[in-house]
């Protein structure tokens, strides 16, 4: 049985971050969940789907954010309780609707998971979702641990229904993926009746319709907004989640939140003597803030330290309020991001934390390490560890389509370029994919800048214009830029890479796919019929097929107006079908192999670069790893030699 | 409190994407937490699962959360599913006195598989490596799993390797359990095979040195 479902209340276990926050909604009755896959948020809504039918539960990947939000809503207008999960950037798709219904409230719990990324360790950018929260006006909680991760997303629940708004919860790739212990609560037992109630007086917040504003009326709604985040405030300022721990009177006062706290109390731990005189105080609850308890606590030191992730958010909004305070309390240190003290810039560590106390504190750190060791071992690695750049997977679908992508370019020969967006394929921007890649924006941009420099034709520009995005990209937020590329007759081939799935963050399914995220079967929406629908002329090939794919795209070259979709349809290589299963045995005839005296300028390895391919240094000649190969056969058409051959795999 | 453990002792498994490494630290972790410590680990995955370096940082302690984020200097145990990736891990949280054991395969990144780049040959690591850490170990995990007809369980036969120093609590009943959980039930006897290979290797490794290097002993 799911961990997520054992009714061992008082169990300890070690559990994923976005686990504790799929137990958490368990325990508080979760009914519906939705969500678009991104990382590092996807396992949430992974594990919720898997348990759905024994939890009775409806879990949803829905078509993008914004809609992934609505559904979670409709939920919450229904009196159920709603879970609603994406990364950070997926915040920026849903912010439309969400602006709206923090205005309209809601009425069963509904709790938003946004999950960042500091560091963009797995994302285009780094953005700080916090700030939604103020502009939002909604409230914001942000675990410090992975017993927190579970607790306070079982009590968002019952906040967002004491205040009739939504809570937003956010989580951080070292809390989400990052594991720890977390002692199991009880699950309740029962169903809620879904019934929404609209036939009540306007703005009767229990049977009234749901509408999130009156025109010309802001004393009503926007007003009933304000009122339930000062409730908010009052229920924050004795939460449990905000606590200090530390000497009575701290020569330093660290204000932390989310997994920065750990940092904190362990950067704290490794200055020794020193770490004594720095108090912690962690904030769970951090918009809006509770005033008063920061107030008390703030008052108990000269320095204040600031330490989060990314952006000096609590760092300023605690000096909004202690500006109101400055009579009779005196002047204080203040460091953090705008001090220059931390960075505001990239992810925290105990290291960085621990750096930045010694300063404040003016106390020299006691080396952890012989430093000739540190030395020693830096000069050594520089040579023996080469640098590990990101590439697509051997047997990717990717490499073999920007292959003939980029050939196909050059044999055009008028400086074409590629527009990009977010998948495996914005790696495309780097050698692994050719360099292919020319912009890189957010979801489904690539075929919006596409579709613009598609009309610029009357400005002179001659050169032809690729997009490219993925299959569920495409159901995203491609469509609407397809529409609008079609309709003011833009001139563009968009490039559509369908490795049947989601892949990047796992091969959730989308709207193209025969199943949803539940497992259960669900009608596919072509993507052919979408294109032709509109009016696109379509074609569909196999990447794999180089030559196939190569004369579409020079035919589609060719036609100088309008819009033309190719669809290239490979599963990804790592797709649950295709995992394990090489469809080639393929192997270097050494003797056909000519390595740099053929001419090809080693092709396979120097260009083509699978990693399943390696240049043997001694015979100079090109191999296969065995171990890494994944069998997709490519490589064999692209050796002029003809020296890579390829058999069926038994 | 447990004794003779550090508070908190500090793991790193490294390797590439696709190495099995986030499986290796879930075993790891969870066949701690059996033995009742209390367990962080430290991971990120997504983009690095693309040919990029994966670490874990697994933080074992008698009762205190740790962060999922080892300082620098800090690591009390290296075990590299990747040579080059060991050698990595151990500028930025090694010192001469940490447990280093480390796989031989090579995964080749790609600009060295392009030329722009140079992998040493592996005798020159191990011999780099040993002038820092005396005590480092590296067992052919990678040569042994091919033996096994499945390449992948590399990562396994590092975990027995690991579990054979002593180091750390960590015997065959525990990794029954939490393989059977994170691997499914259909390959636990591959599992099985490739911890105790990795236990063999080790012990074949130390009968070849003068003096013992861990404290085999230590605990039963």
């Keep these: ?650 | 409190m447990k004794p003779g453990l550090k508070n908190p002792f500090n793991l790193i498994v490294t390797g590439v994407g696709g190495q099995g490494n986030v499986l290796a630290s879930r075993i790891l972790g969870n066949m701690l937490a059996l033995g009742g410590f209390q367990i962080t680990i430290g991971e990120t995955f997504g983009a690095s699962q693309r040919g990029g370096s994966v670490m874990s940082h697994i933080r074992i302690s008698p009762g205190s959360t740790w962060s999922p984020q080892i300082p620098k200097g800090c690591a009390d145990a290296i075990v590299a599913l990747e040579p080059a990736e060991g050698v990595r891990v151990l500028s930025d949280y090694g010192h001469d006195k940490v447990c280093f054991i480390s796989n031989t395969r090579p995964v080749y990144p790609a600009g060295v598989i392009a030329g722009g780049a140079v992998y040493p040959p592996i005798e020159e690591i191990r011999s780099g490596v040993l002038s820092l850490v005396p005590d480092a170990l590296f067992i052919d995990a990678t040569e042994e799993a091919i033996k096994l007809g499945r390449p992948i369980l590399g990562n396994i036969v590092m975990i027995g390797a690991l579990a054979a120093t002593r180091l750390l609590p960590l015997d065959r009943k525990k990794f029954r359990v939490a393989a059977d959980k994170f691997a499914g039930s259909d390959s636990l006897d591959y599992n099985l095979k490739a911890f105790d290979a990795g236990r063999r290797l080790f012990q074949t490794a130390m009968s070849r040195r003068s003096r013992p290097a861990y404290p085999v002993t230590r605990r039963s």
């Design chain 1, 1 to 650: 049985m799911s961990l997520l479902l054992k009714n061992k209340e008082g169990d300890k276990r070690l559990l994923m971050g976005n686990e504790a926050i799929a137990r958490g909604a368990i325990e508080a009755g979760l009914a519906v969940a939705t969500g678009y896959p991104g990382t590092p948020s996807s396992e949430i809504i992974e594990n919720l789907s898997r348990i759905s039918r024994q939890a009775g539960i409806y879990v949803e990947w829905s078509v993008n954010e914004k809609v992934a939000a609505e559904a979670a809503a409709a939920a919450s207008f229904a009196g159920l309780r709603s879970l609603c999960v994406m990364k950070q950037n997926g915040v920026n798709v849903a912010s439309d609707f969400l602006l709206h219904l923090a205005e309209s409230g809601t009425r069963g719990g509904m709790v938003l998971v946004p999950c960042d990324d500091p560091g963009a360790l797995s994302s285009v950018n780094e953005g700080d979702a916090r700030f939604f929260a103020r502009m939002l006006e909604v409230p914001l909680l942000e675990p410090g641990d992975f017993q927190e991760a579970k607790d306070m997303t079982r009590w968002a629940f019952a906040l967002s229904e004491e205040i009739r708004n939504f809570v937003v919860l956010r989580s951080v790739t070292r809390l989400s993926h990052a594991s720890g212990m977390v002692s199991l609560g009880k699950i309740p037992r029962g169903r809620t009746q879904a019934q929404f109630r609209h036939a009540g007086a306007l703005l009767d917040p229990e049977s009234g319709p749901m509408i999130s504003c009156l025109p010309g009326a802001p004393q009503f709604t926007h007003r009933r907004q304000q009122d339930k985040i000062r409730t908010a405030r009052e229920i924050f300022e004795t939460s449990p989640f905000n606590y200090y721990e530390g000497p009575r009177r701290p020569e330093v006062l660290i204000v932390a939140s989310s997994i920065c706290s750990l940092y904190s109390r362990e950067a704290i731990a490794m200055l020794g003597k020193a770490g004594k005189k720095c108090g912690l105080l962690k904030m769970g609850t951090t918009w809006p803030l509770p005033e008063k308890f920061l107030q008390k606590h703030l008052s108990s030191a000269e320095k204040i330290v600031f330490v989060e992730e990314v952006l000096p958010f609590l760092e300023e909004n605690v000096l909004m309020l202690a500006g109101r305070w400055t009579r009779g309390k005196g002047p204080k240190s203040y460091y953090g991001k705008n001090s220059g003290t931390l960075p505001s810039y990239g992810e925290m560590n105990p290291d960085l934390i621990a750096e930045a106390l010694g300063k404040v504190l003016a106390v020299r750190r006691r080396p952890v390490r012989p430093e000739s060791f540190a030395a020693k071992a830096g000069a050594f690695a520089d040579n023996a560890a080469p640098r590990r750049e990101l590439t697509f997977c051997p047997g990717c679908p990717h490499r073999a389509s920007f292959w003939s992508i980029h050939s196909a370019l050059k044999l055009d020969g008028r400086e074409g370029f590629v527009c990009g967006d977010i998948g495996c394929y914005t790696l495309a921007a780097f050698p692994t994919g050719f360099n292919s890649l020319r912009t890189v924006h957010s979801m489904g941009s690539g075929a919006g800048l596409a579709g613009g420099f598609g009309r610029l034709r009357a400005f002179g520009l001659r050169q032809p214009i690729l997009a490219v995005c993925g299959d569920s990209t495409f159901f995203h937020a491609a469509v609407p830029a397809l529409i609008n590329a079609v309709h003011h007759q833009a001139d563009l081939t968009m490039v559509i890479l369908d490795n049947r799935g989601t892949a990047m963050t796992g091969f959730q399914p989308h709207p193209g796919l025969p199943v949803n995220a539940m497992q259960e079967s669900a009608p596919p929406v072509e993507i052919e019929n979408i294109c032709r629908g509109i009016g696109v002329e379509t074609e569909i090939r196999d990447p794999f097929d180089l030559k196939g794919t190569r004369d579409a795209l020079l035919s589609f070259l060719e036609k100088k107006e309008g819009a033309r979709v190719l669809i290239l349809r490979q599963a990804c290589s790592l797709s649950p079908e295709k995992k394990k299963k090489n469809s080639f045995k393929v192997r270097v005839d050494e003797n056909a192999c000519r390595g740099e005296r053929c001419g090809c300028n080693r092709l396979c390895t120097r260009i083509f670069r699978c990693p399943g391919l390696y240049w043997d240094n001694r015979k100079q000649v090109a191999r296969i790893d065995d171990v890494v190969c994944a069998g997709c056969g490519v490589c064999a058409s692209i050796c002029p030699a003809g020296a890579i051959l390829k058999e069926d795999a038994v």
